[in-house]
């Protein structure tokens, strides 16, 4: 009975391996491309991963607010962590920060978010070596 007993928690105890429960890297390099919020301009944008990691710029200061931080994505969410200090004269929800959802075709990524009825979007394309 013990021995049952010590075998259950074991199992119970360890953590299974699942590769569904794993953040996946997307593909390396620099991403060009735009984003635009409903009703605003678009901006041109460069995003650069390395690892699970991102930098990136606009070329109009602060829409987006690129700066640099960590990402993960599960199936067709991306989140990305921003690690920047930023000043407080500009609308923080241009961040590149928190969860996108994501779609995936060849090398462009798409990932967007909608808050009430302002939705942003980026699309970018994996730039030629």
Known sequence: MITCLIVLFILFACKKNDDNDKAAILPEGMYIGTFHRTGMDTSVVTLILDGNKYNGFSDYKLYPAI????????????????SCSWTANF???????????????????????????????????????
């Open 67 to 82: 700066c640099h931080g960590s990402y993960e994505y599960y199936d067709n969410t991306i989140r990305f962590t921003d």
């Open 91 to 129: 609308d923080w929800t241009l961040i590149l920060n928190g969860p996108y959802t994501l779609t995936r075709n060849n090398n462009e990524l798409r990932f967007s978010r909608t808050n009430a009825n302002i939705t942003d979007e980026y699309v970018l394309r994996k730039a030629p070596r």
